[in-house]
């Protein structure tokens, strides 16, 4: 495992804030005791298309700057009751990013835990992805609700975790219509 990926995972301000693009994010509500952000997109595709997509093809549209490994490929999602989005580090090595608490196939995921740095903090959270039909369209929701102890509060990191699933969201967005999950610096 490099080094610097895990100082990466280990230092909250690790979390990049990038620009909303196509995507509507939000903070809608940050407290000392925990936060709520809201990510939603059109994704010119059918629900089927972007389900297997977001659950089946992780490791092709995450960010491998927001992994342990730093490889984006060697994550992946279980998507079963009490599965796993997990993180191969190899010689039976990974970690567990969240735990698949509820799943409802091309309707909902349920995520349960910190991501990222926030799995060395108090706190717990529940990451709910949404996929609905829109004229042909998918309309998808990632919703992250955060709460526990942080030195210091947890509204003070909402913006940034905002920041990553909002970028996540938009690399999904950008893989299934284009098949290619980078994202141009002027969006």
Known sequence: MRIAAIRALLVPASFSVMGIGSAVAEVADA?????????ETIIDAPRDVVWRSAIGEIG??????????????????????????????GEGAGVVHLAVTMVNPMVVLRLT??????????????????????DGATAVKFTYAVGGYRPGGLDGI?????????E??????????????????LE
């Open 31 to 39: 407290e000392a005791g925990g936060f709520t952000t809201i990510n």
């Open 60 to 89: 092709r549209w995450w960010s491998s700057a927001h992994t342990v490994s730093g490889e984006a490929s060697r994550l992946s999602i279980d998507a079963r009751p009490q599965g796993c989005f997990c993180e191969y580090l």
């Open 113 to 134: 835990g910190g991501l990222g740095p926030l799995g060395l903090l108090g706190v717990d959270g529940n990451m709910t992805w949404e996929f609905s039909d829109a």
């Open 158 to 166: 909402a913006g940034p975790v905002d920041g990553v699933i909002g």
């Open 168 to 185: 996540a969201l938009r690399r999904l967005k950008a893989h299934v219509e284009t098949g290619n999950a980078e994202l141009s610096d």
